[in-house]
Every structure is written in C-alpha cells, then in structure tokens.
C-alpha cells in the first residue's frame, strides 16, 4: 500500500524548513512537526493505554489535534478527533481521552483522561526503548469519525488504514494548489485526509476556525486552494461580500460533504466566477464530482 505516513516523516527529514502548517501567525515547519510527532508519540507509548481501544483527541488548536493523530498512527493506535461540541457524547471503547485544559472541563469517557499541556510540543520526550510499530496490516482500523448521518444520533465510522491510503495522495490535490486551507474538521473522513493528504503532497496546510480568519488567512499566506463544507462555503461568500475582500491568490475551492441545493451551488459558482475562482463540488462524498 502507498505508505503516505512514511512520505510526510520523509519531509520532515528532507525539507525541515519548508511550511508544514499554518495558523493565524502561527507557522510549524516539517522539521517542527516531525519533532512534535515523535515527542507526542514518545509520551502517548509511556503512558501504558489501551491499545486495542479507541483514543479520542479533544484538542481545540487544530494543529496540535493533528499533530496528536499523526502521533498515534505512528504508534499504531486508533484515533477519534472530536470537535467541541461533541465532548459529551463519547461513550465507545475509550482507552483514553487526549485533552487539553479547557476542553477536559467539559470531557465524560468511560476512560481515563491524559492533559495535553505545551510540554508535549516544545520539549523533548525521553523515554526508554523503541516505539510501538505502527499499523502492520491495512486493513486495521486507524480512525473513528463520528457522524449524525440521518438519524440525528452521534455513530462512529471505523475506517481502515488500506481506506485512508486511498483518499491521502497527490491524487486529491488535482485542482493544484502550494498552500491549502482547509475548514473542515479532523473529526470527519474527508477533513482527516485533506489534511493527511496537504502534508503528504509536500504542501503547507493551513486551518482557519471562522470565515474572517479565513479570508485573513487567504490575504496573508495567498492560499491557491480551499476545501469546504457547503455550509462553509456559504458562509464565506458572505464574509467576502461584506468585506470586499481581495481573493487574488485563490484559483480553486472544492465543497463537499452534503448534497448542495442547486440554488446554492449556481449562486456561489456565480460569485466565485467574478472572482475568478471556479468552483469544484465532489458532492457527498470523494466520489461523483463536477466542475463548476
């Protein structure tokens, strides 16, 4: 299988100086992430969990919530990301429950629950012996998203590693793109691998956590591509309308995630047309996309 793990820790290596993240006026580059990776893995291993069970990450800097996913890939853990509203819903097979101070206020697992604090990014992890491996067999499940789907009640998706290789490549880059944003959430499949995919393919990820911080962060870094929900993308355009914001560097946005109305998707490909920016919907899923 197409090791995309292995070609982000290959970055690190090879091109430590390059951008790998970015967050407001926050850069982490590949050498930064790789350090933060192998601290955070290091910390995860010694803390003696679970590891057939699920460790859910309540962080709320995206950054540090990706950092911690890649971390327990690299140990061979299976990971659920939680966005905020959704902490008092865990009531699977939790090993643990990685979170930060404000968020394991609010946090209820059936488990234990493990502070992640700064020292987990900034200072170096000793520990004795060598890692766990991280997953042997592609068909072992690596990540846990959580979905209301159609019923309005919170289930998990378990999606297999062999699955995420599929979907994390160069291959999701298609539109091009050297600095992408990506609004989704980690907890979802697509914004897993968006991100995974970013930082396979070499390029610098950026997150945004509003609509304003993202046309901030389109202005400062020039991001080239977008991914977005639907009712992200919405809520975008109107930030641009109000603002009139310049989107000179932005040549593509991709929406997903749910099926948009035909309305909406005409109104924004119009507004995006004046911006020249086309608009790429992949419908509900990765699959079944058109060129707007």
């Not at 890939?73 to 509203?85: A, K």
């Not at 004046?274 to 060129?291: D, H, I, K, Q, Y």
Request: charged share 15%; hydrophobic share 45%.
């Amino acid at each position: 299988m197409d090791n995309w793990f292995d070609r982000i820790l290959l970055h690190t290596r090879t091109v430590p100086e390059t951008p790998a993240i970015v967050m407001e006026d926050r850069i982490v580059t590949y050498g930064m992430l790789g350090t933060a990776i192998g601290n955070c893995a290091r910390r995860i291993a010694d803390a003696d969990i679970d590891r057939s069970g699920v460790v859910a990450v309540l962080v709320q800097n995206p950054i540090r919530a990706l950092t911690l996913c890649l971390a327990l890939f690299r140990i061979g853990v299976r990971c659920m990301p939680l966005e905020p509203g959704q902490s008092g819903i865990v009531n699977l097979n939790i090993a643990v429950a990685l979170a930060d101070a404000q968020s394991k206020q609010r946090l209820s697992p059936a488990g234990r629950i493990i502070e992640v604090t700064d020292v987990w990014f900034t200072s170096e992890a000793v520990g004795v012996g060598s890692l766990p491996a991280p997953f042997s067999d592609s068909r072992q499940v690596c990540l846990e998203a959580l979905t209301s789907g159609t019923t309005g009640a919170p289930k998990s998706i378990p999606t297999t590693v062999d699955y995420i290789a599929r979907y994390v490549g160069p291959g999701v880059m298609e539109p091009g793109g050297n600095v992408v944003l990506c609004m989704l959430g980690l907890g979802s499949v697509w914004g897993y691998t968006i991100a995974c995919s970013v930082l396979a393919s070499r390029k610098t990820l950026c997150f945004a956590i509003s609509p304003f911080q993202a046309i901030r962060m389109v202005e400062l870094f020039s991001v080239d591509l977008i991914f977005a929900s639907t009712d992200q993308l919405v809520a975008l355009i109107r930030v641009v309308r109000r603002s009139r914001a310049q989107l000179r560097s932005l040549r593509t946005v991709v929406t997903g995630g749910s099926v948009p109305s035909r309305a909406l998707l005409e109104a924004a490909t119009l507004y995006l047309q004046e911006c020249a920016v086309p608009l790429r919907n992949v419908g509900a899923w990765f699959g079944g996309g058109s060129e707007r």
